[in-house]
């Protein structure tokens, strides 16, 4: 990995500027839908002048529509306003094989957007989202002379080692306690089947956020009525299971401490309501 891109990846482990008092904080993580304004994920965000996008390709990437973000906003009350913006890749990395509009990229399967010209060979980083072992992409990129190998999700054991969707994370440790919970960012080498890390970063918002908004692929049901947000650890539920998503739907779900919520947990802070209505889940 070359030193420049080290150091954008640590660039995003820096502390947010801390949220106004009298605001609550919201992690909103996403496809962008517009760029002006910035919309992601159904949410209008207000951009400041001076708040730069985050990116492990480095400074100054131009956001487009069908990139996926990560934005720690703030709310007053009355709208959002972004202080933290991070770029996130699903999977990055060189095209193993490509078969019709599927391609293989550090041992997982990735679904190509209609059209994509990629070719065994080309590298990658690929904004999409996680749909079990393979990735939905949105948007993909061809980048040259990065060595880029990176893999954002939930990590889970797979044997003796530890995996991200269907590529096998060497190099990690098995996952107890606070490794394995909630979202990682995995950089490192590419290999055959997966990736050979050398660097971990948990979480893509700044912090703990009162509320969340995720887009994601809904599973099948992994317990009686409950259902989780592939490569999020984000759980919901519901009173019967026929009224789960179906296995595989594309949805947008708030959470608080990574459960699905529609109303703000008992106790809270009434804001939480006020935000959950702005994002378009409460009831």
Not at 188 to 205: E, I, N, P, W
Not at 243 to 258: H, R
Request: glycine letters at 14%; aromatic letters at 6%; hydrophobic letters at 50%.
């Amino acid at each position: 990995m070359t030193s420049w891109l080290t150091g954008a990846v640590l660039a995003i482990c820096v502390a947010a500027p801390v949220a106004a008092q009298g605001t609550l904080d919201i992690g909103i993580f996403g496809t962008v839908e517009s760029v002006e304004p910035l919309v992601v994920a159904g949410q209008r965000i207000v951009v400041p002048a001076g708040v730069p996008v985050l990116s492990a390709l480095g400074p100054g990437r131009q956001i487009l529509i069908g990139d996926t973000l990560a934005i720690t906003a703030n709310f007053d009350g009355a709208g959002l306003l972004a202080r933290r913006m991070l770029e996130i890749f699903a999977i990055a990395g060189p095209v193993q094989n490509v078969e019709g509009e599927r391609a293989t990229i550090l041992g997982s399967e990735v679904y190509l957007p209609q059209g994509s010209a990629v070719a065994s060979g080309d590298w990658i980083v690929v904004s999409g989202f996680w749909s079990g072992a393979p990735v939905i992409a949105r948007r993909l990129r061809k980048v040259e002379g990065t060595g880029l190998a990176q893999l954002t999700g939930v990590v889970e054991p797979a044997g003796a080692r530890v995996r991200i969707g269907g590529s096998v994370v060497q190099n990690a440790p098995t996952p107890v306690d606070a490794f394995g919970g909630g979202v990682w960012i995995l950089n490192g080498d590419a290999s055959a089947d997966g990736l050979r890390m050398r660097l971990m970063t948990k979480g893509v918002f700044a912090g703990q956020m009162d509320v969340e908004l995720w887009q994601g692929h809904a599973s099948a049901p992994v317990a009686s009525q409950t259902y989780m947000i592939h490569g999020t650890a984000i759980h919901g539920a519901f009173a019967r299971e026929a009224d789960m998503p179906a296995p595989g739907a594309f949805v947008s779900v708030c959470a608080v401490d990574g459960r699905v919520r529609r109303t703000a947990p008992r106790g809270a802070d009434p804001a939480i309501d006020r935000a959950m209505t702005l994002l378009g889940c409460a009831g």
